[in-house]
């Protein structure tokens, strides 16, 4: 009983670390990877994560994190946010989930700009760099593919830790609503 307490005392000050750093714009590229440290810590039984990270700095960081929680195979799954930071930012994507088992690569989140502007950069491309540097990755558009993915691969002791600043977040409720359901 006592550990639940600390446990819960625990996410609250996580929860506050997010909040100071995403809202108040404070430390973030410290206070983010501390919080959600925290937070895996104290989440028993736990196997899938979200993290912010909205830059390849930021995901490095989380990795960094998940990788020190994980028991087996760490699963990196990261929505690229804009074309234009993954254009100017192209070759720090490329090793920034390294230290994952497999990076799991969605569709650029595009956020305010035109997909038609950038005709020659996608998230295939991120994933052709990312296995010329000698990653795993693996390139799953959609939210459904992503799921089906994770699905397929995921076991106990497994952790897969979702990343980005765009909607994706929303496919650990999905994947936890289809569990619900029996999907």
Known sequence: QDGNGKCLIMIAISFILMYLAIVKGF???????IAF???CTNLPGAEM???YGHNPAEMRNAVAIARK??????YAVMQPHTFDRVKHLFNDYLTCTEAADVTVVMDIFSAREKRENYPDLDSGKLVAGMQAHGLNAVWTPSFDDTEAYLRAHLKPGDLAITMGCGDVNLLNEQIEQHEKSGR
């Open 37 to 39: 440290g925290m937070l």
């Open 49 to 51: 994560f979200h993290d």
């Open 69 to 74: 929680r994980c028991k087996g195979t760490l």
């Open 27 to 33: 430390e973030p590229l410290l206070l983010l990877p």
